[in-house]
T-cell receptor, first 115, second 112 residues
Framework: KAGVTQTPRYLIKTRGQQVTLSCSPI?????VSWYQQTPGQGLQFLFE???????NKGNFPGRFSGRQFSNSRSEMNVSTLELGDSALYLC??????????????FGPGTRLTVL | AQSVTQLGSHVSVSEGALVLLRCNYS??????LFWYVQYPNQGLQLLLK??????LVKGINGFEAEFKKSETSFHLTKPSAHMSDAAEYFC??????????FGAGTRLTVKP
């Protein structure tokens, strides 16, 4: 079974631009979560989507948004990019989430550099 | 709010020596605890998880962790380190809302 895939793997943008990252979960998984990883702040939870609905949200500004499609694929958008948005963005999928028997499987990440 | 604290941002061991990576958690509800490993330029790979079925959890690559409620700890161990174990390790706690909180990570170096 194919793992979680994220595209693109690398991105370079300039301040003020916007960016869209894509995540394809493992087949059959309906929950997709997004995380930001930086050297200073570590791994921080952004949001989780299940059945096309945002079910949980971390403490990030409104510039960070996402959505999920009917095939469970998810996109994350960051508008008005700031230098501090440079990070590795990780996507994780799980069957349904919210279960002790469920496990999140992570993709390789998208490394975003903001100049 | 739930959280985890990893003691030691860097741990160095010799090949063949015991690996011990420390993690303490804080949670108001029974936690689900995880250890993940991250190799350079890669995502996170699940090593093992605790979901209250058994306090000693065995994972992949010879790692195991013991849940100790009285100490609020979930330390990761491996009896004999291998060069391929060099990576960054993350402890994490989650609740039923799938809101996973990670520790700051511990970078493991294995010396020949």
């Amino acid at each position: 079974k194919a793992g979680v895939t994220q595209t693109p793997r690398y991105l370079i943008k300039t301040r003020g631009q916007q960016v869209t990252l894509s995540c394809s979960p493992i087949s059959g998984h309906r929950s997709v979560s997004w995380y930001q990883q930086t050297p200073g702040q570590g791994l921080q939870f952004l949001f989780e989507y299940f059945s096309e609905t945002q079910r949980n949200k971390g403490n990030f500004p409104g510039r960070f948004s996402g959505r999920q499609f009917s095939n469970s694929r998810s996109e994350m958008n960051v508008s008005t990019l700031e230098l501090g948005d440079s990070a590795l963005y990780l996507c994780a999928s799980s069957l349904v989430g919210g279960s002790s028997t469920d496990t999140q499987y992570f993709g390789p990440g998208t490394r975003l550099t903001v100049l | 709010a739930q959280s985890v604290t990893q003691l030691g941002s860097h741990v160095s061991v010799s090949e063949g020596a015991l690996v011990l990576l420390r993690c303490n958690y804080s949670s108001s509800v029974p936690p689900y605890l995880f250890w993940y490993v991250q190799y350079p330029n890669q995502g996170l790979q699940l090593l093992l998880k605790y979901t209250s079925a058994a306090t000693l959890v065995k994972g992949i690559n010879g790692f195991e962790a013991e849940f100790k409620k009285s100490e609020t700890s979930f330390h990761l161990t491996k009896p004999s380190a291998h060069m391929s174990d060099a990576a960054e390790y993350f402890c994490a706690v989650s609740d039923l809302n799938n809101d996973m909180r990670f520790g700051a990570g511990t970078r493991l170096t294995v010396k020949p």
